[in-house]
């Protein structure tokens, strides 16, 4: 039985070769779009939403305040070390 050599098959590239195929592929669109996805998503977004969306992130943002400082009291802990340690969870 053989065993078989991968890196017999890897011919060596230059520096300038594997610059040129980083560049092409940081310039095609799909490198973009598998990285960032709300990029394909925000062309679908219905910008009539955005208003409940902000109003949604208030919401929630006025929400977590009572509830570190509430769970800083019972931990006996400061309040303002707990809410510094939520926000950095976030």
Known sequence: MELY????DRRRITVKE?????S?????????LQRF????????Y????????????VTVGLLVLPQCLAAA??????????FHRSLLKL
Do not use: E, N
């Not at 092409?24 to 973009?32: G, I, L, P």
């Not at 910008?47 to 969306?53: E, K, L, P, Q, S």
């Not at 009291?73 to 707990?82: D, E, F, I, S, W």
């Open 37 to 44: 996805p709300l990029i394909s998503w925000l062309k679908s």
């Open 73 to 82: 009291a019972v931990a006996g802990l400061p309040p303002q070390v707990y």
């Open 5 to 8: 050599d991968f890196d017999a």
């Open 18 to 22: 594997w610059s040129k195929r980083k």
């Open 46 to 57: 219905s910008w009539t939403f955005a208003f409940y969306d902000v109003v949604a992130g």
């Open 24 to 32: 092409q592929t940081v310039r095609s669109s799909k490198f973009w």
